[in-house]
């Protein structure tokens, strides 16, 4: 259950608190006719309250069939209702807190339509709008204010969206504030980000973290200004008990260390180019990663297995997860920044492996990358072998490559298993029209990298037969001695999972950790800021909104 502080108005207009405050005292009060007592009336004849409503809900099948099974009764503007529309402008007022928009709903012009409202179309249209507010409130806290591919062809996740009928049903069946309460995602990284974003609104009303560091690269034992510019940064983001060393000493070099690891750093206690860049990041810039982590939770509202694999690209990291804890945890590379090498995010579910696996090479690969290279060198890329449309193993010395284009080169390629095979001596499939899988690589050098963007776009694993192991130990008794007698054989072998496993590819450049810290990581792929940009084209408005 959340706290009630996520959903106080405390971060909206002035005035609109007052307002929110005043309707909920009672201050303000819709006038109560002869007219709507008798159209509250069940049985009542079709009037002027009913046809308002009628007309104004006539554009949204949802809403219209919900007021025509209900005979068209308030479910606002009642004389007893005070508590549903408070509950509701109330949450309207506080969207803000979650990185909402607020003015899509905008409580304000609902608030004013209480008070002008005189006759019984204006109420009418009031509880439309009322009901209007509380279906796009529920969308976007549930399960997102905008639609991930909108943003980001690489955004290719499924949002598992509410029935809005369905929703506006369990309300009118709820106590409006339990009912509310319940809609946003019900996970502790969802509260912890929540929590993260109070704190850097408050920062930057206030000094931040302090003087950036002026300096490139600082070691152990360096002294200076920007020594005690990054001991003062350090402390001020709780790296570093607070400290009047001038000198790079033990204690900052642990503080740089810990630093590291929380932002995906080379951790080696010096603070160099790319870590300076880091530490250096202003808390504006950290709310904003936060802010779309929070969007990104609200995509992803829904069981994600109590076993599950979570691939977080920024991190370059592939994980097993098992009741919420990690099980298993090895580095990744991921694909290339570039338009058709970018990995996509999405979940699926993993079925099998395959042991001493063939590549077949994509299109788009032999295409765009082999063709060329055999049109100037027939013998090019010879660990590859072309395939005829029968499937049959064809002499390049019988083909005139440059006779051929991208387009009608009638031949696809391969890679029989080996060790130099591109996808190693293991894959992970979770058939997907996207072609993305986690897999093994000969290119073992790359895991060293920091940042680690390289393949076409599956996911390239450093301990792939460790992570084998790890999915068949609840299927086998000895998951290493039955993985090594299938590669013996150098034989290609799928092997099935008996149960299942979600698999999650995400990219969160802010995410908790078990410890309560947020993590921090580069957008790799510039998707955040994108997202960040349809948000505040959305509406959205970090910190206090103020008049």
Wanted: charged share 20%; proline share 6%.
């Amino acid at each position: 259950m959340f706290s009630k502080r996520f959903f106080r108005p405390v971060r909206a207009h002035g005035a609109l608190v007052l307002a929110v405050s005043a309707l909920m005292s009672g201050g303000i009060a819709l006038p109560v006719t002869a007219q709507t007592q008798v159209s509250m009336r069940a049985g009542a004849q079709f009037g002027a309250f009913e046809q308002s409503v009628a007309e104004a809900a006539s554009s949204d099948p949802a809403i219209a069939g919900f007021y025509r099974d209900s005979g068209y009764a308030p479910l606002w503007t009642g004389a007893d209702q005070a508590d549903r529309r408070s509950a509701l402008l109330s949450a309207l007022a506080g969207a803000g807190a979650h990185g909402l928009p607020v003015s899509r709903y905008d409580p304000a012009t609902l608030i004013a339509a209480f008070k002008a409202a005189r006759t019984e179309g204006d109420r009418g249209r009031l509880d439309v709008m009322m009901t209007t507010a509380l279906l796009d409130y529920a969308r976007d806290v549930q399960t997102g204010a905008l639609v991930p591919s909108d943003v980001s062809s690489g955004i290719v996740r499924e949002v598992p969206v509410h029935d809005r009928r369905a929703n506006l049903n369990a309300f009118a069946a709820s106590e409006p504030r339990t009912f509310l309460n319940s809609l946003p995602p019900r996970t502790q990284a969802y509260v912890q980000l929540m929590k993260a974003k109070f704190e850097l609104e408050a920062l930057t009303q206030s000094q931040g973290w302090g003087p950036k560091v002026a300096s490139k690269s600082l070691k152990p034992g360096d002294r200076g200004a920007a020594v005690m510019q990054l001991r003062d940064r350090l402390v001020a983001m709780g790296y570093l008990a607070r400290s009047t060393a001038a000198t790079f000493d033990a204690s900052i070099q642990r503080a740089v260390l810990a630093f590291q690891v929380d932002h995906g750093l080379e951790a080696d206690g010096v603070a160099g180019a790319s870590t300076i860049e880091q530490v250096n990041i202003e808390p504006a810039e950290r709310l904003e990663s936060v802010v779309v982590a929070l969007e990104r939770e609200r995509w992803m509202n829904f069981d994600r297995g109590e076993r599950h694999i979570w691939v977080n690209m920024t991190d370059f990291t592939a994980k097993i997860m098992d009741h919420g804890k990690i099980t298993f945890a090895t580095r990744s590379v991921i694909g290339k920044n570039a338009s058709d090498t970018q990995s996509p995010e999405f979940s699926d579910v993993m079925e099998h492996m395959v042991i001493n696996p063939t590549w077949n090479v994509p299109r788009s690969i032999t295409t765009k990358e082999y063709l060329p290279m055999m049109q100037n060198n027939p013998n090019a890329a010879g660990h590859l072998q072309l395939i005829d449309s029968r499937g049959r193993v064809v002499s390049r010395e019988s083909v005139d490559f440059a006779a051929y284009t991208a387009r009608n080169f009638p031949y696809a390629m391969k890679q029989p298993p080996s060790n130099s095979n591109a996808l190693g001596l293991v894959k992970f499939m979770f058939p997907n029209k996207y072609n993305i899988y986690l897999h093994d690589t000969p290119s073992k050098s790359l895991f060293a990298r920091e940042v680690r963007a390289f393949s076409h776009g599956c996911i390239r694993l450093a301990d792939p037969f460790d992570f084998a192991y790890a999915l068949l130990a609840p299927q086998s008794d000895d998951p290493v001695a039955e993985f090594q007698a299938v590669l013996a054989t150098n034989r290609e072998t799928t092997v099935p999972l008996k149960k299942t496993v979600p698999v999650h590819l995400v990219y969160f450049t802010a995410y908790p950790t078990g410890k309560g810290r947020i993590d921090y990581r580069r957008d790799v792929y510039g998707r955040d800021a994108a997202i960040f940009r349809a948000l505040t084209q959305a509406g959205v408005v970090l910190g206090p909104v103020r008049g």
